[in-house]
Structure formats: C-alpha cells, structure tokens
C-alpha cells in the first residue's frame, strides 16, 4: 500500500477505505438475490422477508452501537464490524435454507449499522479537526465501492457461476480494504470531543440541577422539532429510493426486461456510476444553487424518470431509468446530513438512523408489493418514494454551504 504524507489526506483515504468497503460488501450480494432467490426457492414475499430481516437488526442495532462505541471506539468499531461483514457474504454463499439466511441477514444488518456509525463518526470527526469538507467525496466513495460490486459481479458472472467463489473474491477485497483504513483513522483522542445541544442545555440549568437537565435531555431526544422530523421523512424515503436500487434493479432486468443474465447486474452499476459522478460535482451544485433546490429537482428527476422507464418498459429505458436515481439521488443524503448537523448533535443522530432503517427496511416493503401486485409496481413505489422527497424538502429550512471549507461549529451549533 502506498503512502501519504499528508496527515488529512492519509485519514481521508482511510475513512473513504470503509465507506468503500460497506458500498462494496452491499452491492456483492445484493447482485446475487436472484442467484439467492433461485436456490432457496423463495417467492418475492420471502425474499422480501429475507431483506427485512437485515432492516430490523440494522435498527435494533442502534442501542448495541452506543454501548461498542464506548468500550471500543469508532476505530475498532469499525474494523469489529468489517469482520462481521466478510462473515456474513461466506456464510451467505454456502447457505443451507431459508431460516439460516434470515439469521444470517439480521446479522448482516447489526453489522452494518455498526459500521456506518463508526465511519460517519471518524468523518464527522476528520471534518472538525481539520476544518476542511469531506462529507460529500467520503459519500461518493460509498457508491464507487457498489460500482466495484456490481462490476465485479458482472465479471464473476462471465467466468463462473459459483457464488462462492464469488464470494470469496469479493471477501478478499473487503479484508484489504478493512486492513488498510486501520493506520490512518482518527483514535478517539485524536477526534475533538462535540459538545451536544443537550449537555449545553443541561449546563445552563440553575444551581447545576442534574435531574432537570437529565429531564430536559430525554425530551429533547423522544421530542425533535418539525423540522428534524421533515429531514428523518427526507432521509427515509430517499435511502429507501437508493436501497431499492441496488436490491431490484437486477431482479427487474432479469424478469420484467428480460436482460441476459451477465447484464442484470448493471443496473447497479449504472446507478453508481451517476451516483459517484454527481456527488464529485456535489458541492459545486450546492454552492451555486442551495441545498434545497438541489434536494428538490433532482428528487423529482429520479422520480419522474423512473417512473417514465417503467411506462415505456425494456432494457434500455430501465438502464436510462435508474441513470436519472443515481444522478437525482445522489447529493440529496448528503444534503440532509448537513441540514441535520445544523440541528444540533441530537437531530443528526436521529436521521442517520433513519437513514440506515430505510435503506435495508424499504426495500422489503418494495418486495412485498411486488408479490400482491408485480415488481413493475414495487419499482413505481420506489419512483413515489423519491417524489416524496422534493415534499419534505420544501419543509426544511436549508442554508447556504462553503464549496471547499466547514465551519467546524457546524458539527456542534444547534
């Protein structure tokens, strides 16, 4: 591995290494659903079942994260959770029934709840040390490891149709990637401590009142303003629209296009593609025309063009489809997480796990019209879906964005 000297580039590349990497082990099975779904024999109401299950540990996930997150840190976090996930694609190759493999996605989903944790907190924290923006690019990174997922998928495809040696390709990639991110990433003395709008709420209290301040704090958590709560429907439904993407997009080539089966994994890879392209330019877009107008146009172009593909129906007008997802989607997680920021610590915390619940719990949802009705339906609930994010946008109050600095106090201002 080559070295940097730069003290923010080396932990750059470290932290981009993990999102890499949760891009990467999401796409390689994902791309493989329909392999998945043939073997075990499943009906699309199962296969939905089967992607709820990794939804719900993914959202029981959460109280377990705080707790690993004391005793060990968002560094060992991290590299914990990577483990688990190489775990989860071996044991998912070699799958003997139906009950094993829920089990097996209620894992996948504890793990990656982990693991988004650990590396948002270590880029959230690079960003306050260092003053400098790296949100977007980390986020872009994110989506080129799902292009190298379903790029390799494809290949795997050409060359075998084992998934386990596809499998074990993909897990040896995983392992140097999660070897690699660990010398650079911040300890946790290196990562300045945030003062949450609670603990200052807490501290103005008369006479250091301890149990009101407790008080105040519990509200502030069960209680978030309307605004957070536009920005978690936000967060939702377009992870929901981005998780749709990768879980159906290859099924819907495969069985309502009729695409060869070397080709059903490039709808993944079209959605990447303008995913990574889009959120390199991202932060030029938002300096130049605000959040909110990004937000809301190009929700409603993914929305639109998808839903445009589905009437027209084939290949190509589905392929052209999900081009208009990735480049819509793209800045709109980004987006959010900065409006949320502005919110204080609380509101963030709150749509990160949003984000994570819709996108591994959506996408069951998706499956689960499909089986009363037809994918064909499913996948117009995912172009609703992003339709109704340019709603909720029109309800967040967004501000403008330096293209190349952040305020540190972002991260900590309510």
Same mark, same amino acid.
């Given at each position: ?11 750059q ?119 400098r ?53 911040l ?8 003062k ?12 250091g ?8 704090r ?19 439904? #377009?992870?929901?629209?981005? @998780?749709?993407?990768?879980?159906w $997009?290859? %099924?819907?080539?495969?069985?309502? +296009?009729? =695409? *060869? /089966? ?13 995913m ?30 998808l ?54 719990? #959506?996408?069951?949802?998706? @499956?689960f019209?499909?089986?009363? $009705?037809? %994918?064909?339906?499913?996948?117009? +609930?995912? =172009? *609703? /879906? ?29």
């Open positions: 591995m080559f070295r940097v000297r730069d003290d923010f580039r080396r932990s590349l470290a932290v981009a290494a993990l999102f890499c990497f949760l891009g990467l082990q999401y796409a390689t099975w994902a791309s493989r659903l329909p392999t998945v779904k043939s073997r075990l024999d499943l009906s699309a109401a199962e296969l939905g079942l089967l992607l709820m299950a990794c939804g719900a540990g993914a959202a029981a996930s959460f109280p377990l994260v705080a707790v690993l997150t004391k005793r060990l840190g968002s560094r060992r976090l991290s590299f914990v959770s990577a483990a688990g996930l190489v775990a989860v694609l071996l044991a998912l190759a070699v799958v003997p029934n139906y009950p094993v493999a829920l089990l097996i996605m209620c894992f996948d989903g504890v793990a990656v709840g982990c693991l988004n944790v650990a590396m948002n907190a270590q880029g959230a924290a690079l960003e306050v040390k260092f003053e923006t790296t949100m977007a690019r980390l986020h872009a990174t994110f989506s080129a490891g799902s292009l190298l997922g379903a790029l390799l998928a494809s290949g795997m495809n050409l060359l075998t149709s084992s998934m386990t040696a596809h499998f074990a390709v993909a897990g040896a990639i995983l392992l140097l990637l999660a070897v690699y991110s660990q010398p650079g990433l300890t946790d003395d290196q990562a300045p401590a945030e949450t709008a609670s603990d200052e709420a807490a501290g103005d209290t008369a006479s009142d301890k149990a009101a301040g407790a008080k105040s519990r509200k502030r958590l069960t209680m978030p303003s309307r605004v957070t709560i536009w920005m978690c429907c936000a967060m939702a439904f #377009g992870t929901v629209t981005e @998780g749709a993407m990768n879980d $997009s290859a %099924l819907y080539l495969k069985d309502v +296009a009729n =695409a *060869a /089966s070397e080709l059903a994994p490039m709808g993944i890879a079209v959605v990447s593609v303008m990574v392209l889009a959120r390199i330019s991202a932060d030029n877009w938002r300096n130049r025309w605000g959040d909110g107008r990004i937000v809301r146009v190009g929700s409603t172009l993914a929305g639109a063009g839903a445009l593909a589905l009437l027209v129906g084939g290949v190509v007008p589905a392929l052209i489809g999900f081009a208009c997802v990735g480049l819509g989607m793209a800045a709109v997680t980004p987006c959010v997480y900065v409006a949320a920021a502005k919110q204080g610590s609380d509101a963030l915390a709150l749509v990160a796990a949003m984000g994570v619940t819709g996108l591994l719990a #959506g996408p069951p949802v998706i @499956g019209i499909a089986s009363a $009705s037809s %994918l064909v339906w499913g996948m117009g +609930a995912v =172009a *609703a /879906s992003a339709i109704l994010v340019s709603v909720c946008a029109v309800r967040i109050r967004w501000t403008a964005v330096l293209p190349d600095r952040v305020d540190a106090r972002v991260l900590t201002e309510t």
